[in-house]
């Protein structure tokens, strides 16, 4: 843990810094810079200059670690641990002014790959509202310095479940698809536009599962660690890791039906 918790003390304060500067530059107003996969997939100039803080400031306090960010890919350390950011997980809200929207930093040992790595330490703030998130492997989630735990015995019809779209049009439709078919299952569906916060939503138990295909690695890194740490499952389909293909979350007895129900609808096809 001693590992774990030195991560997390060079993380929070990082990442406490950069959201002050994300949440200034909102209040001056929102500036485009450019769009990426899509016309909607949108990067404005606080995301960019979010991620150089943090990337600097890692650099300055851990030298020999690697980076992957979102809008400056990856460069590899020597020392084993890559630290993997979003600068602004939820841009388009961040762009209309919704608040829910978060820098987001978690430490991991190998690889900026989920399918290898091994997350150690997360933060996941969100300066719009106050709330920060944090997780370390081991020593458990925390929400502004209170213990987390996911919400146990909730049985699937009476599940509020998180999920998200993709910015390829085509894939929005499939994934609605799959929306019509699971909505008479559960409670209801909230979609809310960041990864990071849906999953520190189910940590909270503001949620009771969450699904989503798509997902870059640093939409998820401390999300699903911090969601691990308050006693979720996070995975994919039959025993896989989560992945871009799909990320599924929930308390474990839940974990099992919500996968269920998705496969049967075909979430990943």
């Known amino acids: 843990m001693a590992a774990e918790s030195h991560l997390l003390d060079v993380a929070l304060p990082i990442a406490l810094r950069a959201a002050e500067l994300v949440k200034l530059r909102r209040s001056e107003g929102v500036e485009i810079a450019a769009s990426k996969s899509s016309a909607e997939d949108i990067v404005t100039l606080a995301d960019r ?63 900026p790959d989920p399918a290898t790595w091994r997350a150690l330490a997360g933060v996941v703030a969100n300066p719009a509202i106050g709330e920060v998130f944090t997780g370390a492997a081991g020593g458990g989630s925390f929400l502004n310095g209170t213990a987390l735990r996911v919400r146990t015995g909730v049985e699937l019809p009476l599940a509020l479940i998180g999920t998200g779209f993709s910015y390829s049009a085509e894939l929005r439709v499939k994934q609605a698809g799959v929306v019509q078919g699971l909505i008479d299952q559960v409670r209801d569906i909230r979609r809310i536009g960041s990864a990071a916060l849906d999953l520190c939503s189910l940590a ?56 269920a129900a998705l496969a049967a609808l075909g979430v990943a096809d």
């Open 204 to 259: 909270a138990g503001r949620l009771d599962g969450y699904y989503e295909r798509m997902l870059n690695p640093w939409d998820h890194a401390a999300g699903a660690l911090i969601a691990r740490e308050a006693g979720a499952r996070v995975g994919g389909l039959d025993g896989a890791l989560e992945s871009k293909d799909l990320l599924i979350a929930a308390e474990p007895a839940l974990y099992v039906r919500l996968e």
């Open 49 to 111: 200059e979010s991620e150089t803080l943090i990337r600097d400031a890692l650099a300055e306090a851990r030298p020999d670690d690697g980076f992957f960010g979102e809008e400056s890919g990856a460069e590899k350390g020597t020392s084993g641990i890559t630290w993997v950011v979003d600068p602004i997980d939820g841009t388009v809200n961040y762009a209309y002014d919704i608040p829910a929207y978060a820098v987001s930093i978690a430490a991991v040992e190998g690889d």
